[in-house]
């Protein structure tokens, strides 16, 4: 399903690779945890895998497709289709309420019965009381549920998380691990999610792990 081989990145103007020589892989449906220290490379790696970067070298094949290769503009649709992401920062608008940003992703897959989904996801999360407020209106658990349902509008193959539990206490971490993990296993979906939350690998006893190593400027000048 997500099978990266050989993969290096580097930032422009950085001294040092991000990610260097890196393979693994993953079937379909299975789980995978990227650890690793701040700086790691985690977000560099999810954003590579959903075809956000471009690596300098290696391939990143998705359900067999090289994403690696894609131009921007299939880039986009290849993503709005395949992959769910839920990024660190969450990304949502904040001038929308929570079913609107829900549909945002509707847009990345031309949709139908959009609303019909969207509320089924409402429900499934606990958010149908939330549908009209806004993001600030909204504890940080439920804005990380708003999130998810937008990374599963479009039943994903691949649903990438980073960081899902940061700032969550040790309940609310095993409701957020407990609610991704039973959503990616009604879709089918492999699921990759990036933390250094040792939480995440205890509820995770069976998921595969990857382990970034930082990667240090040598002589230690700036
Ligand atoms: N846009 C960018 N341009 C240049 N360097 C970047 C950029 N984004 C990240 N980096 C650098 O790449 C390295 C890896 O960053 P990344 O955010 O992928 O790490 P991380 O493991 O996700 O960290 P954290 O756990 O703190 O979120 C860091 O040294 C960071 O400073």
């Given at each position: 399903m997500l099978h990266i081989s050989n993969l290096s990145h580097r930032y422009p103007h950085a001294h040092v690779d991000q990610l260097n020589s890196l393979s693994f892989r993953i079937e379909a449906g299975e789980h995978?945890?990227?650890l690793g220290s701040s700086g790691s490379g985690k977000s560099t790696l999810l954003h590579l895998i959903a075809a956000i970067l471009?690596?300098?070298n290696g391939s990143?094949?998705?359900a067999g497709r090289d994403v690696s290769t894609l131009l921007?503009?299939?880039a986009d649709r290849?993503?709005?289709t395949t992959v769910g992401f839920m990024p660190q920062k969450l990304a949502l608008v904040a001038a929308?309420?929570?079913e609107e940003n829900i549909l945002l992703a509707a847009y990345a897959s031309n949709r139908e019965?959009?609303?019909a989904r969207a509320q089924h996801l409402l429900d499934a999360l606990g958010l149908s009381e939330k549908k009209r407020a806004k993001p600030h209106e909204l504890s940080q658990g439920q804005r990380q549920r708003v999130a998810l349902a937008r990374a599963l509008f479009n039943r994903p193959q691949l649903l990438l998380a980073d960081e899902p539990t940061a700032n969550l206490d040790d309940d609310s971490c095993r409701a957020a691990i407990d609610l991704l993990l039973a959503q990616a296993n009604e879709i089918g979906a492999s699921l990759v999610i990036a933390t250094h939350d040792s939480r995440v690998l205890a509820a995770l006893p069976l998921a595969k792990t990857l382990r970034l190593p930082v990667h240090?400027?040598?002589g230690g000048g700036v």
């Open positions: 995978a945890v990227l471009k690596p300098q990143i094949l998705v921007p503009a299939d290849w993503r709005g929308l309420n929570v019965q959009s609303h240090k400027q040598q």
